[in-house]
């Protein structure tokens, strides 16, 4: 699978670099231009490529790994691009210092996302564990468990099959508004959760 990420930072690189040892082809694009990635995907081998945004939101799956604070623009930027694509919402509402942004009461985050993105079969995934732990999938005899909701069964069955190529654990809590579990500060967000095999 070729996969669009949007944003650089601990968790947008350590998806990358999953996926490319995994056998997808990933483009990877962040606020300060390709050229600040190239050595960041020279590391990680030929399946990746460094991009702009618009080149990332070409491809028929794109991971969100912006800071909270980024989403309006970078959505806005994309959002004609984003039509009929699978939106995985891997964001947290927190702002760069670490403090929880307060949402509108019974709304959830990805909820938020894909009212910024129409048309965008949005699917939260990716955003329950710290990056440490993504970069550690397996741990003891089980596999760490990623959660993921939405509101379309087939777009969220292609993210358990690419959440399961990376040696996670797949979990599906229901709906975007049931994923509020798993969003920044309610109950299952920052759970080392294995799933024991055997």
Known sequence: MKIGILGAGTIGKTLAEKLVAAG???????????????????????????????????????????????TDEVLSQLKDQLQGKILIDATNPFSQNKWLFVLPKGVAASEIIAAKAPGAKVVKAFNNLIGDWLASPQILTGKR???????????????????????????????????????GGRALAGQNLVLLEG
């Open 24 to 70: 997808h082809e990933v483009e990877i694009s962040n606020s300060s231009g390709p050229e600040s990635l190239q050595t960041f995907t020279a590391k990680i081998g030929p399946r990746a490529r460094a991009v702009n945004n618009q080149e990332a939101a070409g491809n028929e799956v794109i991971i969100l790994a912006v800071r909270w604070e980024n």
């Open 145 to 183: 468990v990623i959660f993921i909701s939405g509101d379309d069964d087939d777009a969220k069955a292609t993210v358990s099959r690419l959440v399961a190529d990376l040696n996670f654990a797949p979990i599906d809590l229901g709906t975007l508004k049931d994923g509020e579990l798993s969003q």
